[in-house]
């Protein structure tokens, strides 16, 4: 879905060619990029945003299994990771998750609130890209998808954006083209590009919000539990997460692990409960005394799923009747469920990873307007900056934030 094309929609000015001039052109039609745009076209400005895929806003279609978790009503900067921690305070406190949600309700997009406040929509994601390409155009601006952006230069105070249709002028470019997270929906490092082009300094990228994988040893008892999920805590160092953990065919996955990953490097081990706010050693003990015959695997699956319970027990070499377990053995029983030592080889990487963690230097960039300090009307928002937030709609409210804050200052 486009809007008028732009050579057909004057700005009000023109180059000494005749060309028109943009108040603003916003590379990335997503999340952060659209709010950019609706913020700034309603303030009056001429705005166009170019994208190089078919269709706007992807990822957000994607998200939440279809139903787009698009905020989360306990946001606060302790939800994002970056190496400026408070840089992300600013937007965030200028566009809250009520906003947002207002915007929601104006539309009567029905929604519902899932665990930690996270909010989804009830039919579809589509509602939401809907939404925000009405908004955009019900506002005056303009947006070209298919259009493969070649290069972005400045001159005169003018940014000249070569791209597959020809060049655009403008007096302010928006960097809106996100991180390098799910390459198959078309996800490129161009953001970091022209960081570098313009001397702004990057974070070093790595995938995020993103699934372990284990070597073959971890495997031979992992693979055959794949598809099973339990409630665990996952902790790596001083973080940790309680929420769903989920075994695949190569490593873990679930919500506590696409937490945890945030926070892992390479060669850290992750320290697993996977019976939180229980004690394996108290349930087993009495298991003893109340029935000495019960075999040690079915004992424990009554804390455990049995298919989890068998495979530890034939993992550590666990076996036999109950009455014949000594305290040692259940000790180590329950070290073996509470305090599980994982040493993943690596993660799934960029292919699936929800986000990227690290990018722009947020030192070099304005909290309050998006505006690289030293480059006069180059903004950078969205997953193109160091701003990663936790898993549950955060990541979505930065956008909206993040664009929100530069729309103002356009």
Request: aromatic share 6%.
């Amino acid at each position: 879905m486009t809007s008028t094309d732009p050579k057909d929609k004057q700005t009000g000015q023109t180059s000494r060619a005749g060309q028109p001039i943009w108040d603003a052109i916003i590379l990335g039609a997503g999340a952060a990029g659209l709010m950019t745009a609706i913020t700034a076209a309603r303030r009056g400005r001429k705005v166009l945003v170019l994208d190089h895929a078919k269709k706007a806003a992807e990822k957000i279609r994607i998200s939440g299994g279809g139903r787009c978790n698009f905020t989360n009503l306990n946001t606060t900067e302790k939800n994002f990771l970056s190496a400026n921690p408070r840089f992300c305070i600013s937007a965030l406190r200028g566009f809250t998750p009520k906003d947002f949600l207002a915007m929601v309700d104006e539309r009567r997009i029905s929604w519902h609130e899932k665990t930690l406040g996270q909010l989804f929509c009830d039919d579809s994601a589509m509602d939401i890209i809907t939404m925000l390409l009405d908004h955009l155009r019900a506002a005056g601006g303009t947006l070209r998808l298919d259009t493969a952006i070649k290069a972005v230069d400045k001159s005169d105070d003018l940014y000249q954006v070569a791209t597959g249709r020809g060049t655009e002028l403008a007096r302010n470019v928006v960097v809106a083209t996100g991180g390098k997270s799910i390459p198959k929906m078309g996800a490129t490092g161009l953001g970091y590009d022209i960081a570098k082009q313009f001397g702004i300094p990057l974070q070093e990228t790595r995938a995020a919000l993103v699934p372990f994988i284990f070597a073959e040893a971890e495997k031979s008892w992992t693979v055959p539990l794949s598809g099973l999920s339990v409630d665990a805590v996952v902790k790596v160092g001083k973080t940790s997460f309680r929420e769903g953990l989920l075994f695949t065919h190569r490593g873990l996955s679930g919500p506590s692990i696409l937490q945890i990953s945030s926070y892992w490097r390479e060669g850290m081990p992750v320290i697993v409960d996977l019976a939180p706010g229980q004690s394996c050693l108290e349930h087993m003990t009495k298991a003893r005394s109340d029935n000495p015959k019960q075999d040690i695997a079915t004992a424990l699956s009554g804390l455990l799923p049995k298919r989890l319970a068998k495979a530890i027990c034939v993992r550590d070499g666990f076996k036999g009747p109950m009455g014949e377990q000594g305290n040692k053995i259940l000790t180590k029983l329950d070290e073996a469920v509470h305090r599980w030592s994982v040493a993943p080889i690596g993660t799934e990487g960029y292919r699936t990873a929800e986000v990227t963690l690290g990018g722009v230097d947020t030192r070099a960039i304005s909290s309050k307007t998006m505006e690289a300090n030293n480059v006069s009307g180059l903004y950078f928002v969205g997953e193109v900056l160091d701003v990663t937030g936790h898993l549950g709609g955060f990541n979505f409210q930065w956008a909206w934030a993040s664009g929100h804050a530069a729309g103002v200052a356009l």
